[in-house]
């Protein structure tokens, strides 16, 4: 075919490769850093490396054709990109240079591309020198010409907080704001709930209900009651924004948060999935108002077995709105005037929390690092967030309520006399798979330097690696240890295909009780009333293909918060150079030493090359280094003092350097 190119250019190319020779092989491409590009190929055990000099016009996301060269050195299968058959729909980020007078192009941000970008003049959108710029590729013809962007937006000035966040969502393929006519849409929506939806809803409004919530929260999309039965059981309720109700099926607004699929939570701000008009208004089941829910409702035993349940459509007037720090306050003994229902809520969930760790749930205690950030996002102090038993007492209530949920559908299947198969009452599931034990082995050799015994069976089960989790609880390698096997383990996702979910060890799990922030929960809310009225939901293709959708933005809402909180600390320390810290080493390369400080949690690297007091080897089976001359032996979980010495925003990473 003929193609021609935004500068006028023709160009004669082939229209499949693939279709002319059967010998080249079709995958997905990525690069790392130094532009060595990757390609996933279907049914391939590992990604085919692609030299640099072999990558041709491919970038992060396109679909592309390869053909094999020789291995590499190490065995690895590498090849060349023959031809770019599908452009990745991509958003790119970076610095807009004015390179001479009139003439401008990008440099990426080293998570965006590895090739500098050309802006013609009538697309820069308004941009100018120094600022941060989302673009999008216009076209890109030859390996020896730049690549032709075109400017979308201006995030602002290189190295200011907003556009140091912008940049982190739009690089995650995030946005961060709302087309106009999705917010409009919005504002349309009618705040007064008609009389009929009173008229046929179970009515709570005569209960004690009340949200427990961060203190900073505005979202509040779910909320408990309890009380003792005649019979001695508890009766709980999970009472849940009716989300469904406002965001009808195909609505411009439907659509955005289908695209959306999550809330990102980022260190200084949330982008909700929903206009602030429903995620902190008409949905948020705030004090004092009428609300829409729908509510789980569960029978349980003091010994914590639920016997009976309902799931019903429900309105409610939360009594009370708790932090978690007023929460904890109450649980530990602080007067209120519902102490009773919380003092039930606890005995209860304590029952739950044991139980579900005698089964060999997996209890990960990560710490998790909170900012202390000014007017303009610069942060100012990191503490670690304290883990309260009343975030315990929220977690294992919506626990239950999503297990409850996941069995329900499982009910009606048996009920319905029907043959099992995939249209039978299909169901977005929330799966976890069992983690690759050869990464469960590696993990085990890490340790076993530290004197630990982890021994991991091919069909690995949660109690194997929580009593790796039990071993370390008390050591200096407890938060390192956590992080890798946390690294280790297959990501959680949304599927028809229930498989189970390995982490919590449950059989049956779904997300239910958060559809402000999550689309999956919009989901399974369409599909029990669907079901409830004896009609029919999404098929199972569909539910696959949103699983697929929802699980990817999952991830990168999850990075971009990552991405977010490195930023943070970064900055933190960028003001700290010069100042000396004890820390923890948390991973060993042939690159050197990575370590996490002991009183604020970021985490640096001792370069190979800064380790000069010997000469120092990187043995691959022990996962150390050692000096060859004095011995000195640096490995997981010894601990150290180090020195700040750099700390570069741009790249997000943290310099130390040895304290002897």
Same mark, same amino acid.
């Given at each position: 075919?003929?193609?021609?190119?935004?500068?006028?250019?023709?160009?004669?190319?082939?229209?499949?490769?693939?279709?002319?020779?059967?010998?080249?092989?079709?995958?997905?491409?990525?690069?790392?850093?130094?532009?060595?590009?990757?390609?996933?190929?279907?049914?391939?055990?590992?990604?085919?490396?692609?030299?640099?000099?072999?990558?041709?016009?491919?970038?992060?996301?396109?679909?592309?054709?390869?053909?094999?060269?020789?291995?590499?050195?190490?065995?690895?299968?590498?090849?060349?990109?023959?031809?770019?058959?599908?452009?990745?729909?991509?958003?790119?980020?970076?610095?807009?240079? +004015? $390179?001479? #007078?009139?003439?401008? !192009?990008?440099?990426?941000?080293?998570?965006?591309?590895? /090739?500098? *970008?050309?802006?013609? %003049?009538?697309?820069?959108?308004?941009?100018?020198?120094?600022?941060?710029?989302?673009?999008?590729?216009?076209?890109?013809?030859?390996?020896?010409?730049?690549?032709?962007?075109?400017?979308?937006?201006?995030?602002?000035?290189?190295?200011?907080?907003?556009?140091?966040?912008?940049?982190?969502?739009?690089?995650?393929?995030?946005?961060?704001?709302?087309?106009?006519?999705?917010?409009?849409?919005?504002?349309?929506?009618? +705040? $007064?709930? #008609?009389?009929?939806? !009173?008229?046929?809803?179970?009515?709570?409004?005569?209960? /004690?209900? *009340?949200?427990?919530? %961060?203190?900073?929260?505005?979202?509040?999309?779910?909320?408990?009651?309890?009380?003792?039965?005649?019979?001695?059981?508890?009766?709980?309720?999970?009472?849940?924004?009716?989300?469904?109700?406002?965001?009808?099926?195909?609505?411009?607004?439907?659509?955005?948060?289908?695209?959306?699929?999550?809330?990102?939570?980022?260190?200084?701000?949330?982008?909700?999935?929903?206009?602030?008009?429903?995620?902190?208004?008409?949905?948020?089941?705030? #004090?004092?108002?009428?609300?829409?829910?729908?509510?789980?409702?569960?029978?349980?035993?003091?010994?914590?077995?639920?016997?009976?349940?309902?799931?019903?459509?429900?309105?409610?007037?939360?009594?009370?709105?708790?932090?978690?720090?007023?929460?904890?306050?109450?649980?530990?003994?602080?007067?209120?005037?519902?102490?009773?229902?919380?003092?039930?809520?606890?005995?209860?969930?304590?029952?739950?929390?044991?139980?579900?760790?005698?089964?060999?749930?997996?209890?990960?205690?990560?710490?998790?690092?909170?900012?202390?950030?000014?007017?303009?996002?610069?942060?100012?102090?990191?503490?670690?967030?304290?883990?309260?038993?009343?975030?315990?007492?929220?977690?294992?209530?919506?626990?239950?309520?999503?297990?409850?949920?996941?069995?329900?559908?499982?009910?009606?299947?048996?009920?319905?006399?029907?043959?099992?198969?995939?249209?039978?009452?299909?169901?977005?599931?929330?799966?976890?798979?069992?983690?690759?034990?050869?990464?469960?082995?590696?993990?085990?050799?890490?340790?076993?330097?530290?004197?630990?015994?982890?021994?991991?069976?091919?069909?690995?089960?949660?109690?194997?690696?929580?009593?790796?989790?039990?071993?370390?609880?008390?050591?200096?390698?407890?938060?390192?240890?956590?992080?890798?096997?946390?690294?280790?383990?297959?990501?959680?996702?949304?599927?028809?295909?229930?498989?189970?979910?390995?982490?919590?060890?449950?059989?049956?799990?779904?997300?239910?009780?958060?559809?402000?922030?999550?689309?999956?929960?919009?989901?399974?809310?369409?599909?029990?009333?669907?079901?409830?009225?004896?009609?029919?939901?999404?098929?199972?293709?569909?539910?696959?293909?949103?699983?697929?959708?929802?699980?990817?933005?999952?991830?990168?809402?999850?990075?971009?918060?990552?991405?977010?909180?490195?930023?943070?600390?970064?900055?933190?320390?960028?003001?700290?150079?010069?100042?000396?810290?004890?820390?923890?080493?948390?991973?060993?390369?042939?690159?050197?030493?990575?370590?996490?400080?002991?009183?604020?949690?970021?985490?640096?690297?001792?370069?190979?090359?800064?380790?000069?007091?010997?000469?120092?080897?990187?043995?691959?089976?022990?996962?150390?280094?050692?000096?060859?001359?004095?011995?000195?032996?640096?490995?997981?979980?010894?601990?150290?003092?180090?020195?700040?010495?750099?700390?570069?925003?741009?790249?997000?990473?943290?310099?130390?350097?040895?304290?002897?």
């Amino acid at each position: 075919i003929l193609r021609r190119n935004a500068k006028g250019d023709v160009k004669l190319r082939l229209d499949s490769l693939a279709e002319t020779n059967s010998s080249y092989l079709k995958g997905t491409f990525m690069s790392n850093r130094h532009g060595v590009g990757f390609v996933r190929v279907e049914n391939y055990d590992q990604d085919i490396r692609i030299p640099r000099k072999n990558t041709g016009v491919a970038l992060e996301g396109d679909t592309v054709l390869i053909r094999l060269q020789r291995s590499g050195r190490d065995g690895r299968e590498q090849g060349v990109v023959e031809q770019v058959t599908q452009r990745a729909d991509r958003k790119y980020v970076g610095t807009l240079i +004015e $390179d001479t #007078p009139g003439a401008f !192009y990008i440099e990426p941000d080293e998570k965006s591309a590895r /090739v500098e *970008f050309f802006v013609a %003049p009538e697309n820069l959108n308004g941009a100018e020198d120094q600022d941060k710029v989302m673009f999008r590729l216009m076209d890109w013809v030859h390996p020896k010409s730049m690549p032709e962007a075109k400017i979308e937006e201006v995030l602002g000035k290189k190295g200011t907080n907003d556009a140091s966040i912008l940049s982190i969502l739009a690089e995650n393929q995030l946005s961060s704001s709302f087309p106009p006519e999705v917010d409009k849409f919005a504002d349309r929506i009618p +705040e $007064d709930i #008609p009389l009929e939806e !009173y008229e046929r809803r179970r009515d709570l409004r005569g209960e /004690v209900v *009340f949200t427990i919530d %961060p203190v900073d929260a505005k979202d509040f999309d779910d909320a408990l009651s309890i009380e003792i039965m005649d019979n001695g059981n508890y009766y709980l309720g999970v009472h849940i924004a009716d989300v469904t109700h406002y965001l009808k099926t195909d609505t411009i607004l439907d659509k955005e948060a289908v695209l959306r699929a999550t809330s990102v939570y980022l260190v200084d701000r949330v982008i909700p999935m929903l206009p602030e008009k429903l995620s902190n208004g008409v949905c948020s089941l705030r #004090p004092n108002e009428d609300k829409l829910t729908y509510s789980c409702f569960m029978e349980v035993t003091p010994e914590g077995k639920v016997v009976a349940y309902s799931i019903d459509e429900t309105v409610i007037n939360s009594a009370f709105r708790f932090t978690y720090e007023e929460a904890q306050e109450v649980i530990q003994g602080k007067k209120h005037e519902f102490s009773l229902q919380m003092s039930q809520l606890v005995t209860l969930t304590d029952t739950l929390t044991e139980n579900r760790m005698n089964s060999g749930s997996l209890d990960f205690d990560t710490p998790e690092p909170r900012f202390v950030v000014d007017e303009n996002g610069k942060p100012l102090d990191v503490k670690v967030k304290e883990r309260l038993k009343a975030h315990r007492l929220v977690e294992e209530c919506m626990l239950l309520a999503n297990k409850t949920v996941a069995k329900h559908v499982k009910n009606l299947r048996a009920k319905s006399g029907k043959k099992p198969g995939k249209e039978v009452y299909p169901f977005l599931y929330r799966i976890h798979d069992k983690p690759d034990p050869e990464k469960l082995r590696n993990i085990a050799e890490n340790v076993r330097v530290a004197g630990i015994d982890f021994q991991v069976s091919d069909n690995v089960k949660p109690k194997e690696i929580n009593k790796l989790l039990n071993a370390v609880k008390d050591s200096t390698l407890k938060n390192t240890i956590n992080d890798l096997v946390l690294r280790s383990m297959a990501k959680a996702e949304y599927s028809p295909k229930n498989i189970g979910h390995f982490g919590l060890n449950f059989r049956d799990y779904a997300h239910f009780t958060s559809p402000i922030r999550r689309y999956p929960d919009v989901i399974i809310h369409r599909l029990l009333k669907q079901y409830a009225a004896d009609t029919k939901g999404l098929s199972y293709g569909k539910l696959a293909e949103l699983g697929e959708h929802c699980s990817e933005k999952e991830r990168m809402a999850v990075q971009a918060e990552r991405d977010s909180i490195k930023l943070k600390q970064v900055e933190y320390m960028a003001d700290r150079i010069g100042e000396e810290f004890d820390g923890i080493i948390s991973g060993v390369t042939e690159k050197g030493i990575y370590v996490v400080l002991k009183e604020n949690y970021c985490e640096g690297m001792i370069s190979m090359r800064d380790l000069d007091d010997d000469f120092y080897v990187y043995d691959q089976k022990r996962h150390l280094l050692y000096g060859r001359s004095k011995g000195r032996e640096y490995k997981l979980g010894s601990e150290l003092r180090v020195k700040v010495v750099s700390a570069n925003i741009e790249q997000r990473t943290i310099d130390f350097d040895l304290v002897r």
